[in-house]
């Protein structure tokens, strides 16, 4: 009997450790399918939270490095890396994934804090190109200077959890948050996120 009370315990106390886990993300799309990086990360529960962080260029050939962080909802968290790898003398490359799992408790609250820190972001200020310059001619008006970047790399999150989606994306941040453009406190405090979120190195080496 002594037991079977010890096994509830373990049972209740396994699922509230679960549920505090979870992170809290304001999700903004409902999609008609189930999110694909389940399977192609080789995920069963559907339920997992899959935060998706990559740079594309125009210009860049070839498959874009991805990073992902898995969240599944018994507490496990998991760190994935995908990237091209050169397999041969022709330069042929093959996409390969690998993973880590997260187990310092430290290292877990981290990421479940930057997640939810996620929620702070305001997408309305991620990609602004005017600000305003104020001018004197006789009574104080506002002058705009805008700028046009071409050739830039895009920034993209996404969370996943069923059909539900969360993204943002910027466009050209750090050369925005150079000139101090409107929005540039926001960009810069994007780009502090998603570089928490870049596995690359700890996955494949620099």
Known sequence: MKSYIVFIVFIVTSIIIAQENQPIIKFDISENA???????LGIVDEKSIIVRYWVTNAWVTG??????????????MFKYAGMDIVKDKYFNSEWTIRKIEVTDANEKD???????????IDKGQLNLTVKDIPVTQGDTSAEQQSMSISDANDFTLEIYKEYLKLTLKSY???????EQFNGFRMRQKFLDILREFDFQSELFGK
């Open 172 to 178: 050209a941040p750090e050369e925005y948050i150079e």
């Open 110 to 120: 981290k990421y479940l804090k930057l997640i939810n820190k996620i929620g702070e």
């Open 63 to 76: 498959n874009a490095p991805e990073n992902y962080l898995v969240l599944l909802p018994n507490g496990s």
């Open 34 to 40: 189930i999110n694909p990086y389940l399977k192609k």
